[in-house]
C-alpha cells in the first residue's frame, strides 16, 4: 500500500520541481516572475484558494533556506574555513537563497496540498476538465464554488 502511494507521488513531486501544476502537469505556475498564476490554465485547478494562503509557501521558504543554510555552515566548519569566511557566505546564501527558492516553495506546497487535499477547481464538475494525475478522482475534486468570471476579475 505504500509503494503505491509513493508511486503515486512520485510524479507529482517531479511536476513541483519542475514548476507545472501539480494536478495536469500541463502548464507552469508562474504568471512571471514573482507572480504566481491564481488557476491553472488547462484544468482549472486553483493555486491560491483563499487571502493567507501565502503562509505555507511562507514557511516551506523560511525551513528550507535555514535547513540548507545549517548544511552548508557544518559542511563549512568541517572543511576548515574560517569562521569570517563562513559569516560571509551565510549571508549570502540568506539574503540570495529564500529569493531562488520563491518559485520552487509555492509549487512545493501545492504539491503538498494537492497530495493531502486535493486542489479545488474554479469551474463545476461538469465543465472541468480530466487530470492525469495518478490520484485524480472525481469525487475528491470539487468546485470552489466560484464561477470562471468571479476567478478572472480577481486576478
Not at 53 to 63: C, Q
Request: glycine share 6%; proline share 5%; charged share 20%.
Amino acid at each position: 500500500m505504500l509503494k503505491e502511494n509513493v508511486q503515486q507521488m512520485k510524479p507529482i513531486l517531479r511536476r513541483c520541481f519542475r514548476l507545472v501544476c501539480p494536478a495536469c502537469g500541463k502548464s507552469k505556475i508562474i504568471a512571471q516572475p514573482f507572480r504566481i498564476r491564481h488557476q491553472c490554465p488547462h484544468c482549472y485547478a486553483l493555486f491560491r484558494r483563499e487571502d493567507v494562503f501565502f503562509v505555507g509557501p511562507l514557511l516551506a521558504n523560511v525551513v528550507i533556506t535555514e535547513l540548507v543554510i545549517l548544511v552548508v555552515c557544518f559542511f563549512l566548519l568541517m572543511v576548515g574555513a574560517g569562521y569570517t569566511s563562513v559569516l560571509v557566505v551565510l549571508v549570502l546564501m540568506t539574503l540570495v537563497f529564500p529569493v531562488a527558492f520563491y518559485h520552487h516553495s509555492w509549487s512545493l506546497w501545492r504539491g503538498f496540498d494537492f497530495i493531502v487535499d486535493s486542489l479545488p477547481y474554479s469551474k463545476g464538475d461538469d465543465h472541468k476538465r480530466q487530470c492525469d494525475s495518478p490520484t485524480y478522482s472525481s469525487s475528491t475534486h470539487s468546485a470552489a464554488g466560484t464561477s470562471l468570471a468571479d476567478v478572472e476579475e480577481r486576478g
